[in-house]
């Protein structure tokens, strides 16, 4: 059982975790800063960042925090943290890929994408993007993704990205989250072919009591966890993004979950056949590179 004891010394490393003001972010951002990492929490608002730092300042960790805003849903936003990012630091060891929003109402991103797999998917492809070049000369560098057990019910509809057809919050939340697992493994395979030495590993942390369902009814949680059983406190849930992003075990190519799926301790996950389909992961990537501009690696 890999817990946050398993942690090694992170002393000297850098690691930008975004969405790190609350759930499993924030107990991802907890758990590197205590093993001595600097992490840079990379949120949508400064006045929630703000409020976490002060609250890792508190926490006897060995680390360093600092802030930096990225809204995701913004790739004007996205290039600007990344620029200052570039100019503040010259290493990235550990980036991961957290932030995310589920199940809400019909909304775009500026660009006019929607909303989920705008903010989950094409704004980290962006940001991973922009920082390649700097994991790429970072000795050990990581890119952790965080997909979700939804994806094995996802699809990619390349006509309704816009929701030009229609919107189904639930299954545009399960198509995000399948674009996080297949951009992680294109990047695995991409990387590989370059004989570049980041590692792109994906994670997904079970079901937790976050904020993520703040768009759901008390009723459809209830539903939720009668499927599901009870869901695990987010430090629990984190450990799947803490194992990939620092365990000498975990490889690029590989998704890491909870032993039981929704819950227990990380282990290998069996990747099911949407997570294989090169076809559909080789279009995603094509179509990101389109929309954000950006080549990698
Ligand atoms: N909780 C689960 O059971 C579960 C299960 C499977 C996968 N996941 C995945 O785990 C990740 C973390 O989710 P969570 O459960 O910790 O949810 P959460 O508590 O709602 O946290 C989500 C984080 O993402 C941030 N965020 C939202 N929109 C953003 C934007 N436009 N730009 C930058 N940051 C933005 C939020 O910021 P604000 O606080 O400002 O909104 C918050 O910090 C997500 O990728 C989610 O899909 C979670």
């Known amino acids: 059982m890999w817990t946050k004891k398993d942690i090694p010394d992170l002393t000297g490393k850098t690691a930008i975790v975004t969405g790190a003001n609350t759930g499993l972010g924030y107990e991802t951002a907890l758990a590197l800063f205590e093993a001595g990492a600097k992490v840079i929490l990379a949120c949508r608002t400064i006045e929630k960042s703000a409020q976490t730092l002060q609250r890792l300042s508190l926490m006897p960790g ?120 297949l951009f992680s493994l294109e990047l695995d395979r991409k990387i590989l072919a370059k004989k570049d030495r980041v590692l792109s590993i994906a994670a997904q942390p079970g079901a937790n009591n976050t904020d993520l369902m703040r768009h759901s009814t008390a009723e459809e949680i209830a539903m939720g966890k009668k499927r599901i059983g009870d869901f695990m406190e987010p430090a629990q849930g984190a450990l799947s993004s803490l194992y990939a992003a620092v365990s000498d075990e975990a490889r690029g190519g590989n998704l890491y979950q909870p032993d039981q799926g929704f819950s227990g301790y990380p282990a290998l996950a069996v990747l099911k056949e949407k997570a294989l389909d090169r076809i559909a992961a080789a279009r995603l990537w094509q179509l990101a590179e389109g929309v954000t501009g950006i080549q990698y690696p």
Not at 105 to 119: A, D, I, M, R
Not at 147 to 163: C, K, P
């Open 62 to 181: 060995k680390g360093a925090v600092e802030t930096g805003q990225l809204d995701l849903s913004s790739l004007r936003s996205v290039k600007q943290f990344c620029t200052i990012f570039l100019q503040q630091h010259g290493k990235l060891d550990i980036l991961i890929n957290n932030a995310g929003v589920a199940n809400l109402p019909e909304s775009k991103t500026s660009e006019g994408y929607e909303l989920q797999f705008g903010v989950n998917f094409l704004g980290h492809f962006a940001l991973t993007g922009y920082l390649y070049p700097l994991l790429k000369v970072t000795s050990g560098s990581r890119v952790v993704t965080l997909s979700s057990m939804g994806y094995e019910a996802g699809s990619l509809d390349f006509e309704n990205l816009r929701s030009e057809k229609d919107y189904d919050p639930l299954r545009e939340y399960r198509q995000s989250k399948l674009a996080n697992l």
